[in-house]
């Protein structure tokens, strides 16, 4: 196997590459690099330059942290959206989960690093924008629990109220394994905590 390896490098780096991606393990790897470098050359083309562009193009916008392809998104930058309620999420690829369902009509702020929030920025933000609510949109566990009285005890002396997505939540699971109706419900029955 070695030998043969050896007159196929472009091959295997490509499989090796592509086994880093999350959830993609050795013979998947090895099934899309067949397929990319074989049967559609074109599709691998177009991959190719599709993550070139997203390389360039795609950054957090530098107020909510969710996915932008200018300085601040679209959900930011819309006036409409500014009604006062402000649901954090941990993670970017939830706001796509909750936009899907189309009920939240509030802005958004991402957690990523809880140690990289800036504060004083986020609290200027809450401040600017006059929210009122803020909305928990976490699976509930032990650890989510921790960062959302975190938070809260960092944004103490602010008028705000707090309130954490409700039942229908399993436990331990990323907002995007949560089915959509189970997700609208847990939003529209919140628990003020
Ligand atoms: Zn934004």
């Known amino acids: 196997m070695k030998n043969y390896k050896n007159n ?8 090796e590459s592509l ?20 049967d559609d050359k074109y599709l691998a083309l177009k991959i190719a330059h599709c993550i070139e562009n997203a390389i360039d193009y795609v950054k957090k916008c530098s107020i909510c942290g969710g996915l932008s392809e200018n300085e601040i998104c679209e959900i930011c930058s819309d006036e409409n959206r500014n009604n006062g309620q402000l649901c954090i999420i941990l993670h970017p690829k939830d706001i796509f989960t909750i936009e899907e369902i189309g009920e939240f009509e509030g802005q958004y702020f991402t957690i990523g690093e809880l140690e990289k929030i800036d504060f004083t920025t ?6 600017e924008k006059n929210i009122k609510e803020i909305i928990f949109a976490f699976s509930p566990t032990l650890a989510n629990d921790a960062i959302m009285l975190f938070i809260e005890d960092k944004l103490q002396g602010l008028d705000l109220t707090f309130s954490k997505i409700a039942q229908g939540v399993p436990t331990g699971i990323g907002l995007e394994n949560i089915d959509q109706l189970s997700l609208s419900r847990a939003f529209s029955s919140r628990i003020k905590i």
């Open 122 to 127: 986020f609290k200027k933000n809450i401040k």
């Open 19 to 38: 086994e880093q991606l999350p959830t993609i393990g050795k013979k998947s790897a090895q099934k899309m690099a067949y397929y990319l470098s074989i």
């Open 8 to 15: 196929l490098n472009h091959f295997f780096s490509l499989v």
